[in-house]
């Protein structure tokens, strides 16, 4: 049994949640603080980010830490000066992949079973016959399909999970493609607090800007990666970037526009794009 009040470490551990990623990517650590595994692409993304403009708007960066012999980031946890936050995970972008992984998956396909069951889940018309046959789908092929049912392509973001505070947990939101659809989830995110939706909205905007004036963003193709949205009953409500994982720098000199059409070689994301779809849809919810 629990008893109130918590301690800080027992608020922690009720508080935390993961929206995404495998389950043992993640470690606690001192007060206020998680660990992440150590991903050298990712490393360096944290390294740049110290002196750039979206620096306010990404997690605390303390470094790489060594813990039972394995490498981790060292980074703030977000949740901490929340009271039973809600948390919605919303990947960025109209491509999820890298061209890399598109390229080699072309020069040396590897079919995967356990992705050929994912995508039979949801859809058992989702596989090709040939897919089908060889009971395996590549990665980049199960990527783009998951990209086409939910709303990355056509809206360019995705809701990826959502924890309340009521404790219930969801991340069956591969289908939620459209704008309704969209708009639906957070009306019952914010359970119609409008005002929490007004915070939300200002914040993007800030991000946006940020993104604007960023040397970092013009030099990155940002794939992957996460907008959190963080709010509680107080009215605390907070917009993070995060996960740069797959974010990868681009050759000396050349830059990215984020918010023009992908067409692989040009390594357009789709960013810009989607945050402003997101900013109009969010506008809507607000409105009404
Ligand atoms: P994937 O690539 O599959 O998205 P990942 O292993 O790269 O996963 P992240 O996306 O960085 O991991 O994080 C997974 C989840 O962990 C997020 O959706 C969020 O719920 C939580 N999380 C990540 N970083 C933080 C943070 N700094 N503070 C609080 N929560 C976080
Ligand atoms: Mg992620
Ligand atoms: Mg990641």
């Not at 809206?155 to 704008?179: A, Q, V």
């Not at 974010?247 to 000396?252: G, H, I, N, R, V």
Request: proline share 4%; hydrophobic share 35%; aromatic share 10%.
């Amino acid at each position: 049994i629990v008893h109130w009040p918590f301690s800080a470490t027992q608020r922690r551990r009720l508080n935390w949640v993961q929206l995404a990623g495998h389950k043992g990517n993640f470690k606690a650590a001192d007060e206020g603080t998680i660990l992440k595994k150590f991903c050298e692409n990712e490393m360096q993304c944290f390294e740049k980010l110290q002196d750039d403009a979206l620096r306010p708007f990404v997690p605390g960066y303390h470094g790489v830490v060594e813990k039972d012999g394995e490498s981790f980031l060292h980074m703030t946890d977000l949740l901490t000066n929340f009271d039973l936050p809600n948390v919605m995970d919303c990947k960025m972008g109209v491509r999820t992949y890298l061209e890399e992984e598109l390229v080699r998956a072309r020069e040396r396909p590897k079919p995967r079973e356990d992705l050929y069951r994912k995508m039979v889940e949801v859809d058992g018309e989702g596989p090709t016959p040939q897919e089908h046959a060889q009971r395996g789908v590549t990665k980049p092929r199960y990527m783009q399909w998951r990209e086409t049912m939910s709303s990355t392509n056509t809206l360019g973001f995705r809701i990826e999970g959502i924890k309340k505070d009521d404790g219930t947990c969801r991340t069956d939101f591969k289908k939620t493609r459209s704008k309704q659809d969209v708009i639906q989830v957070f009306k019952d995110f914010v359970e119609g607090n409008v005002t929490i939706m007004k915070s939300y909205l200002s914040r993007l905007t800030e991000i946006r800007q940020a993104l604007k004036t960023s040397e970092f963003f013009r030099r990155h193709e940002v794939i992957g990666s996460s907008l959190l949205f963080i709010h509680d009953h107080k009215g605390n409500a907070q917009v993070w970037i995060i996960d740069f994982g797959k974010t990868t720098a681009l050759p000396e000199g050349q830059m990215l526009n984020h918010d023009v059409p992908w067409q692989e070689g040009n390594r357009e994301d789709g960013y810009l794009w989607g945050l402003g779809n997101l900013i109009h849809t969010l506008e809507s919810v607000s409105s009404d």
